[in-house]
């Protein structure tokens, strides 16, 4: 493989509110068994990709615990492997990560000892699955310094949360605004790049030089007409974990058919196995249009839900539209509906936690309600 | 030591192409996680896995021990197979000749005390007390033994014993037992006695076994033997119907063997990792489900496997599916064993009709579970009766006007290492 991969988790989101009060967003659970940063790290380790770095910094310990054995992603190896890069005090340097392109500024290290030509640099908290064999054929094909993926974004979303990019016919960048007001288009950048290791150090030493430090704004939009910078048109799903309402729906996606089936066929998405035994269905439960986490003992009524593993539900409880995520319990007789409990909630017998539709109740990790 | 060479005759086609701890069991793990997962629960981080027949499924799924954390710079595991020496090879010929074979593997350990296991029963027990009985009786041999029914006795290897625990006798399958105290086939020896009683032994008997020849010789020559009491769940899955009914026994609502606790887990290795989804139409109750499985129809009382799919309108009851099956659209299902791989056709019927037991294995098939072997096809529309055997792509050539009367059986074996059914 002539890549080398770097995903950026190390950010924090406030429209995340209590979702990420103890957890980076980019090891948020997600489909039932899985954290956000799978998905980036199981598109490198299925592309190919032997060395990658996860730069991390937000409420790192999360993520930490889940990477905590590379074997899990094939990533145990001598040669390459997985890399774990969090701020560290030298002797000149003790500053937290300024942004993304100073984040990878200090830890040039990784860059300048490998050999890969390429870096394919992605997001950590972007639901997607993508081959990035592609990617860099497309970019060798365009002779282009950077090539930048996108999608054509749906009207119902709200583009300003984007990078807008505005292509010529050959698809190279003419322009390209982060967040803007009054964007021009309807391509979104999707938090996913490659270009040659040698000039992503170059890049990120000079802006950082000039006192600028955000990989978009800085080196992308800045170079864009110095450089030849492309677009690259992703027209599988994508989904970023940017807000409690995304989030919400990004989960909901797995039921889908077609979302389900390419998540869930070969090559797989790749996560730390925990080993539950087999998911039970008791003999009062009926579980309809939802997705099951292993480990779950199911007594009540589930409805187009997400259970993550070892949920407990008990008799005569109802869920629906909602998303329970692992180690919950709900007692008998419980109402939940448009809801998010985070992991290990309890909710006593007779509880009710009743969202509304496109404004999901969040019951924060560990509480106990109704007793 | 894990013995897991065996066959499992008994179990049919079930075991045609895998020995017997590899045959699935309980929706995602296979019969030899269980003491494997023992094994490391109970901090016996050195283990060898003896092989000898059909070992390419055990092979597979042990690999170098990682979903047991087994996979260490110093001990983790080591599969053993026959092998030829200086002068010839042979093969195992009996569980202690197995052993004895294989003496240099544990002699580089050096260690105090051997634990034998063997690859064919379901239970979780911590190794780790029994060898604390081990020491403070300061026993040359431990067994653990499992409390039967005195009805039950004459179908195991009885332990009599004195009050302190002392093995005095060992009477097989005996008519009038003496005791309650049932062989588990589960021995913690002192390597240096084990290891003097296996060489004098292979100059006796050349199918050396621990039940025949190593324990009468060593209990005949005053060791201290003692019984090591187990009060757990256990159960041997030798025949269909055992094998059946342990799976069954983890559907329970509050089941007598609990997968659910998180303290000696039972781990297993997996390529499936995505959840189960259960579509629009589908009702399942008193089932357990392993992961990647869609059902869109029904699941009643059945222990399903890895990335199975129920289309809509199929009804799966009281059954056991093996991992990536395909139960075609209308598929009703009864009383049935459906090995890893296979294609059930749409409004299939299996288990109706008579209870007539198999005619060509009439010992193997005889209480109206029918058994779909590995990678097998089933062809749409066709009814299938009580105490069949189904092996290979069936087509509707093979079936008369349709149908499988109960007790045939069909075996179209593709395996080029041939299949003994």
């Given at each position: 493989?002539?890549?080398?991969g770097?995903?950026?988790?190390?950010?924090?989101?406030?429209?995340?509110?209590?979702?990420?009060?103890?957890?980076?967003?980019?090891?948020?659970?997600?489909?039932?068994?899985?954290?956000?940063?799978?998905?980036?790290?199981?598109?490198?380790?299925?592309?190919?990709?032997?060395?990658?770095?996860?730069?991390?910094?937000?409420?790192?310990?999360?993520?930490?615990?889940?990477?905590?054995?590379?074997?899990w992603?094939?990533?145990?190896?001598?040669?390459?492997?997985?890399?774990?890069?969090?701020?560290?005090?030298?002797?000149?340097?003790?500053?937290?990560?300024?942004?993304?392109?100073?984040?990878?500024?200090?830890?040039?290290?990784?860059?300048?000892?490998?050999?890969?030509?390429?870096?394919?640099?992605?997001?950590?908290?972007?639901?997607?699955?993508?081959?990035?064999?592609?990617?860099?054929?497309?970019?060798?094909?365009?002779?282009?310094?950077i090539?930048?993926?996108?999608?054509?974004?749906?009207?119902?979303?709200?583009?300003?949360?984007?990078?807008?990019?505005?292509?010529?016919?050959?698809?190279?960048?003419?322009?390209?605004?982060?967040?803007?007001?009054?964007?021009?288009?309807?391509?979104?950048?999707?938090?996913?790049?490659?270009?040659?290791?040698?000039?992503?150090?170059?890049l990120?030493?000079?802006?950082?030089?000039?006192?600028?430090?955000?990989?978009?704004?800085?080196?992308?939009?800045?170079?864009?007409?110095?450089?030849?910078?492309?677009?690259?048109?992703?027209?599988?799903?994508?989904?970023?974990?940017?807000?409690?309402?995304?989030?919400?729906?990004?989960?909901?996606?797995?039921?889908?058919?077609?979302?389900r089936?390419?998540?869930?066929?070969?090559?797989?998405?790749?996560?730390?196995?925990?080993?539950?035994?087999?998911?039970?269905?008791?003999?009062?439960?009926?579980?309809?249009?939802?997705?099951?986490?292993?480990?779950?003992?199911?007594?009540?009524?589930?409805?187009?839900?997400?259970?993550?593993?070892?949920?407990?539900?008990?008799?005569?409880?109802?869920?629906?539209?909602?998303?329970?995520?692992?180690?919950?319990?709900?007692?008998?007789?419980?109402?939940?509906?448009?809801?998010?409990?985070?992991?290990?909630?309890?909710?006593?017998d007779?509880?009710?936690?009743?969202?509304?539709?496109?404004?999901?109740?969040?019951?924060?990790?560990?509480?106990?309600?109704?007793? | 030591?894990?013995?897991?060479?065996?066959?499992?005759?008994?179990?049919?086609?079930?075991?045609?192409?895998?020995?017997?701890?590899?045959?699935?069991?309980?929706?995602?793990?296979?019969?030899?996680?269980?003491?494997?997962?023992?094994?490391?629960?109970?901090?016996?981080?050195?283990?060898?896995?003896?092989?000898?027949y059909?070992?390419?499924?055990?092979?597979?799924?042990?690999?170098?021990?990682?979903?047991w954390?087994?996979?260490?710079?110093?001990?983790?595991?080591?599969?053993?197979?026959?092998?030829?020496?200086?002068?010839?090879?042979?093969?195992?010929?009996?569980?202690?000749?197995?052993?004895?074979?294989?003496?240099?593997?544990?002699?580089?350990?050096?260690?105090?005390?051997?634990?034998?296991?063997?690859?064919?029963?379901?239970?979780?027990?911590?190794?780790s007390?029994?060898?604390?009985?081990?020491?403070?009786?300061?026993?040359?041999?431990?067994?653990?033994?499992?409390?039967?029914?005195?009805?039950?006795?004459?179908?195991?290897?009885?332990?009599?014993?004195?009050?302190?625990g002392?093995i005095?006798?060992?009477?097989?399958?005996p008519?009038?037992?003496?005791?309650?105290?049932?062989?588990?086939?589960?021995?913690?020896?002192?390597?240096?006695?084990?290891?003097?009683?296996?060489?004098?032994?292979?100059?006796?008997?050349?199918?050396?076994?621990?039940?025949?020849?190593?324990?009468p010789?060593?209990?005949?020559?005053?060791?201290?033997?003692?019984?090591?009491?187990?009060?757990?769940?256990?159960?041997?899955?030798?025949?269909?119907?055992?094998?059946?009914?342990?799976?069954?026994?983890?559907?329970?609502t509050?089941?007598?063997?609990?997968?659910?606790?998180?303290?000696?887990?039972?781990?297993?290795?997996?390529?499936?990792?995505?959840?189960?989804?259960?579509?629009?139409?589908?009702?399942?109750?008193?089932?357990?489900?392993?992961?990647?499985?869609?059902?869109?129809?029904?699941v009643?009382?059945?222990?399903?496997?890895?990335?199975?799919?129920?289309?809509?309108?199929?009804?799966?009851?009281?059954?056991?599916?093996?991992?990536?099956?395909?139960?075609?659209?209308?598929?009703?299902?009864?009383?049935?064993?459906?090995?890893?791989?296979?294609?059930?056709?749409?409004?299939?019927?299996?288990?109706?009709?008579?209870?007539?037991?198999?005619?060509?294995?009439?010992?193997?098939?005889?209480?109206?579970?029918?058994?779909?072997?590995?990678?097998?096809?089933?062809?749409?529309?066709?009814?299938?009766?009580?105490?069949c055997?189904?092996?290979?792509?069936?087509?509707?050539?093979?079936?008369?006007?349709?149908?499988?009367e109960?007790?045939?059986?069909?075996?179209?074996?593709?395996?080029?290492?041939?299949?003994?059914?």
């Amino acid at each position: 493989m002539k890549a080398v991969g770097i995903i950026l988790a190390g950010g924090k989101n406030e429209r995340l509110g209590a979702l990420t009060k103890s957890r980076a967003p980019s090891a948020l659970p997600v489909g039932s068994c899985y954290r956000a940063i799978d998905f980036p790290l199981s598109n490198m380790t299925n592309s190919g990709i032997k060395k990658v770095a996860v730069i991390t910094q937000y409420n790192s310990r999360s993520l930490h615990d889940h990477l905590s054995s590379p074997k899990w992603w094939d990533l145990g190896s001598k040669n390459g492997g997985l890399f774990i890069l969090s701020p560290y005090q030298s002797s000149d340097n003790s500053l937290w990560f300024r942004d993304t392109a100073d984040s990878i500024y200090q830890n040039l290290t990784f860059l300048r000892r490998s050999k890969e030509q390429y870096v394919v640099i992605s997001s950590g908290d972007c639901i997607y699955k993508m081959d990035y064999n592609d990617l860099i054929a497309y970019h060798e094909a365009k002779n282009a310094d950077i090539t930048i993926a996108y999608r054509n974004v749906p009207e119902n979303e709200d583009i300003r949360q984007y990078g807008v990019l505005e292509l010529d016919e050959g698809e190279r960048v003419l322009d390209l605004e982060e967040k803007p007001l009054e964007p021009l288009t309807r391509l979104g950048s999707i938090g996913t790049y490659v270009m040659a290791r040698e000039k992503l150090i170059e890049l990120v030493e000079t802006v950082v030089s000039e006192g600028k430090y955000n990989l978009v704004r800085d080196i992308f939009s800045r170079y864009r007409k110095r450089l030849r910078i492309f677009g690259y048109n992703f027209k599988g799903y994508w989904c970023n974990l940017g807000s409690t309402q995304s989030y919400f729906d990004c989960n909901m996606d797995f039921l889908k058919a077609d979302v389900r089936k390419k998540f869930l066929e070969h090559p797989y998405i790749k996560t730390k196995p925990k080993d539950e035994p087999p998911a039970k269905f008791n003999s009062q439960t009926s579980v309809v249009n939802s997705l099951v986490g292993s480990g779950s003992i199911l007594n009540g009524d589930v409805h187009d839900s997400i259970i993550f593993r070892k949920v407990f539900l008990a008799e005569g409880s109802n869920v629906s539209n909602s998303i329970i995520m692992e180690g919950a319990r709900i007692g008998h007789g419980c109402v939940v509906e448009h809801a998010i409990l985070d992991k290990e909630v309890v909710l006593a017998d007779g509880t009710r936690a009743v969202g509304k539709p496109g404004a999901p109740v969040v019951i924060d990790k560990g509480n106990t309600i109704g007793e | 030591m894990l013995l897991a060479g065996g066959q499992g005759s008994r179990l049919g086609i079930l075991t045609a192409s895998k020995a017997k701890p590899a045959v699935p069991f309980g929706g995602k793990y296979r019969i030899i996680d269980f003491p494997m997962s023992n094994c490391i629960n109970s901090g016996v981080d050195t283990v060898g896995v003896l092989t000898q027949y059909q070992p390419l499924q055990l092979n597979q799924h042990i690999g170098i021990g990682t979903p047991w954390d087994l996979d260490r710079r110093v001990g983790g595991v080591m599969m053993l197979a026959p092998h030829v020496k200086r002068e010839h090879g042979e093969w195992y010929t009996g569980t202690a000749d197995a052993i004895y074979q294989n003496a240099d593997y544990i002699d580089q350990y050096n260690p105090e005390y051997v634990l034998i296991l063997s690859g064919d029963h379901i239970y979780k027990m911590d190794y780790s007390k029994m060898l604390d009985f081990h020491k403070k009786n300061k026993c040359d041999v431990s067994l653990a033994a499992l409390t039967v029914t005195l009805e039950e006795a004459s179908r195991f290897g009885m332990m009599n014993i004195h009050d302190d625990g002392r093995i005095y006798e060992f009477e097989e399958k005996p008519e009038h037992p003496k005791s309650t105290l049932a062989n588990m086939g589960i021995y913690i020896f002192n390597w240096s006695v084990l290891r003097d009683a296996l060489e004098r032994d292979n100059k006796i008997h050349s199918d050396s076994d621990f039940g025949k020849h190593i324990l009468p010789m060593l209990l005949n020559e005053g060791k201290r033997m003692f019984a090591f009491p187990f009060d757990g769940y256990w159960k041997d899955v030798g025949t269909i119907e055992s094998y059946w009914a342990a799976n069954m026994d983890l559907i329970q609502t509050i089941p007598q063997f609990d997968l659910y606790e998180d303290f000696s887990k039972i781990y297993t290795d997996s390529d499936h990792q995505p959840p189960m989804f259960t579509g629009a139409g589908s009702d399942i109750n008193g089932s357990i489900l392993a992961e990647g499985c869609e059902i869109y129809g029904r699941v009643y009382n059945s222990v399903i496997g890895p990335g199975v799919v129920v289309d809509e309108g199929a009804m799966v009851k009281d059954s056991i599916v093996f991992s990536d099956c395909y139960i075609g659209k209308g598929v009703v299902m009864e009383r049935c064993i459906v090995d890893t791989d296979c294609t059930i056709g749409e409004n299939v019927k299996i288990g109706e009709g008579d209870n007539i037991i198999n005619v060509h294995r009439p010992k193997i098939y005889d209480t109206g579970i029918t058994v779909v072997g590995e990678h097998s096809d089933i062809p749409d529309n066709v009814e299938i009766g009580k105490n069949c055997v189904i092996l290979g792509k069936t087509t509707p050539a093979d079936y008369q006007d349709g149908r499988l009367e109960s007790g045939q059986s069909i075996v179209k074996s593709v395996n080029p290492n041939g299949v003994r059914e």
